[in-house]
T-cell receptor, first 111, second 115 residues
Framework: DAKTTQPNSMESNEEEPVHLPCNHS???????IHWYRQLPSQGPEYVIHGLTSNVNNRMASLAIAEDRKSSTLILHRATLRDAAVYYC????????????WGAGTKLIIKP | NAGVTQTPKFQVLKTGQSMTLQCAQD?????MYWYRQDPGMGLRLIYY???????DKGEVPNGYNVSRLNKREFSLRLESAAPSQTSVYFC??????????????FGQGTRLTVV
């Protein structure tokens, strides 16, 4: 049970912002929201994570809804190198903090 | 600083053969994980080790065994390979006891084909 719901794919133009949505309506108060991405033929790469407040780092921003039932990963200026599968994952307290993966969103960047 | 290193990168086995996938990390992390990824799907947890000397089953442990040799190394063994075990296998580590507030670091994967 992946616990998160994401669109199968999204397209965006190069150098434009990208908003990747994720629904996690069954989230509990101690579950962290993680985002990873996977480029073709590579291992997953950490992007960002948060609990309640919005988070920013050098790669992206994470906007978390006030009720925590959804979140959005924001890539401020997408490049062709950002084309990847993006996974929204909950780190579950009741599963010893395991990362439970869904199928992710395939992000296609058009030049 | 290599991070997480997996060997081999590619392997072809015949049905019934055995092999061990190796994983080593130099990040001084306590928690280590083995995942498999089938085409078009997310990762599924096979086994994990929260610390040296402990291992636990994940979502899909059948057909696999693991050994946490020391803090750095965590191996995955297939005793009798089956075509259903054809997959890409990823090793990962996580710091500070694997709590929810830590990020995971992944190796580059082992592509295993069982014929």
């Amino acid at each position: 049970d992946a616990k998160t719901t994401q669109p199968n794919s999204m397209e965006s133009n190069e150098e434009e912002p990208v908003h990747l949505p994720c629904n996690h309506s069954t989230i509990s108060g101690t579950d962290y929201i993680h985002w990873y991405r996977q480029l073709p033929s590579q291992g997953p790469e950490y992007v960002i994570h948060g609990l309640t407040s919005n988070v920013n780092n050098r790669m992206a921003s994470l906007a978390i809804a006030e009720d925590r039932k959804s979140s959005t990963l924001i890539l401020h200026r997408a490049t062709l190198r950002d084309a990847a599968v993006y996974y929204c994952i909950l780190s579950l307290w009741d599963s010893n903090y395991q990362l439970i993966w869904g199928a992710g969103t395939k992000l296609i960047i058009k030049p | 600083n290599a991070g997480v290193t997996q060997t081999p990168k590619f392997q072809v086995l015949k049905t019934g053969q055995s092999m061990t996938l190796q994983c080593a990390q130099d990040m001084n992390h306590n928690s280590m994980y083995w995942y498999r990824q089938d085409p078009g799907m997310g990762l599924r947890l096979i086994y994990y080790s929260a610390s040296e000397g402990t291992t636990d089953k994940g979502e899909v442990p059948n057909g696999y065994n693991v050994s946490r040799l020391n803090k750095r190394e965590f191996s995955l063994r297939l005793e009798s390979a089956a075509p259903s075990q054809t997959s890409v296998y990823f090793c990962a580590t996580r710091g500070s006891g694997g709590t929810a507030n830590t990020e995971a670091f992944f190796g580059q994967g082992t592509r295993l084909t069982v014929v």
